[in-house]
């Protein structure tokens, strides 16, 4: 069964030599770089980032750079063991962190890969996603679909801040990524979906018979309702940790095709053993202080600082103090391919 394979170098130079030409390789001595066994061999290393490290240079990036020469004012979080500059922070999760300043706009763009945002810091900023006027305030996680036209903007009067996560990486792997741009869209004068259609969970609006809702019906999902559903989830479901997936209102499916996303508290004291999952995953502290345990590395984290795990990562979480925790992760895309998997630990 596992018997080692026959290497490059066992071969006669010529055969070599006249493979290459021919443009062929073996098969049998990198078969194992791309078939390990029993589980994947991840390049991925855990990340970390801590927001008091990023926002004093996110800060000269708004001195640097005006926003009509950067598009959008975003530092890439770079994994680990790909180094530096690289346009990933898992295989399919990249992370940026986003800067706009008062009065900017970041003009209206579209393209392949789909987008989130998870507020950082701030008040006054705005996405706007096919005409839909989506206010940014801490903590809320806004939505912005492939294919969908968006454009970011800003009314208050300090840094607006916010982390991206896109399924970039696996769209630039497809080679199916790409943009166009065009003006800033006029604005419905309304308030989001999550205020109207979807303002009471389990509700959603009525339509005549065969009218169907959007494909991505609600794109703003407020923290102030996310944290207050937590809390309520811990008091009455005994346990000292609540998680939630966030849904699309209409169908309860996962609200990106490729994308998932939690919310998780853990209160002060509590430990956390997710099983080993297939999925990557990036976390962003939305409050409290902590430590999680990737593998071997032991990250001390706090408010607005982002972390990672690769795939089927051993991963502990402990609070200090009552923790916030968005987790985004993949696992849609592995279960549309159909290989999503979660082992014991
Ligand atoms: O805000 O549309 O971090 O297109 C990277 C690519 C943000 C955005 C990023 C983007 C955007």
Redesign the pocket.
């Known amino acids: 069964m596992s018997t080692q394979l026959g290497t490059l170098e066992e071969l006669p130079q010529d055969y070599r030599d006249d493979m290459a030409a021919a443009g062929v390789a073996p098969l049998w001595p990198m078969m194992r770089n791309v078939l390990p066994h029993g589980a994947p061999r991840p390049v991925t290393k855990p990340g970390h980032w801590e927001f008091a490290a990023l926002r004093p240079l996110l800060m000269r990036a708004g001195e640097l750079t005006p926003v009509e020469k950067a598009e959008?004012r975003?530092l890439v979080l770079s994994d680990p063991g790909r180094g530096t500059g690289a346009m990933q922070a898992t295989s399919s999760i990249y992370l940026?962190m986003?800067l706009l300043l008062p009065g900017e706009t970041?003009p209206a763009?579209v393209?392949t890969p789909s987008?989130v945002r998870i507020i950082v810091e701030g008040k006054g900023g705005y996405t706007v996603v096919d005409g839909e006027k989506l206010p940014m305030e801490e903590g809320d996680l806004v939505l912005?679909p492939g294919g969908e036209w968006?454009d970011?903007g800003h009314e208050g009067t300090e840094p607006v801040i916010w982390l991206?996560a896109?399924d970039l990486p696996l769209f630039v792997y497809l080679e199916g990524s790409y943009?166009e741009e065009g003006p800033l869209q006029a604005q419905r004068n309304r308030p989001d979906a999550s205020q109207v259609e979807y303002l009471a969970s389990g509700l959603a609006p009525s339509r005549k018979h065969g009218a169907g809702a959007r494909r991505y019906p609600m794109m703003r999902y407020p923290w102030t309702r996310t944290k207050e559903a937590l809390r309520e989830l811990v008091k009455y479901n005994g346990g000292d940790v609540a998680e939630l997936d966030y849904v699309n209102p209409e169908t309860g499916a996962d609200v990106l095709p490729t994308m998932g996303f939690t919310a998780m508290m853990l209160t002060k004291g509590a430990k956390e053993e997710p099983p080993l999952r297939s999925s990557s995953a990036a976390f962003h502290v939305i409050g409290g202080k902590g430590r999680t345990i990737v593998n071997d590395r032991v990250i001390e984290w706090g408010p607005k600082d982002t972390f990672t795990a690769p795939v089927f990562a051993k991963i502990t979480h402990q609070a200090d103090e009552d923790a916030y925790i968005i987790r985004v992760h993949d696992r849609p895309l592995q279960e549309k391919l159909g290989y999503y998997e979660e082992r014991s630990r």
Do not use: K
Request: aromatic fraction near 0%.
């Open positions: 959008r975003v940026g986003q970041a763009h393209h987008a912005t968006h970011h991206d896109l943009a």
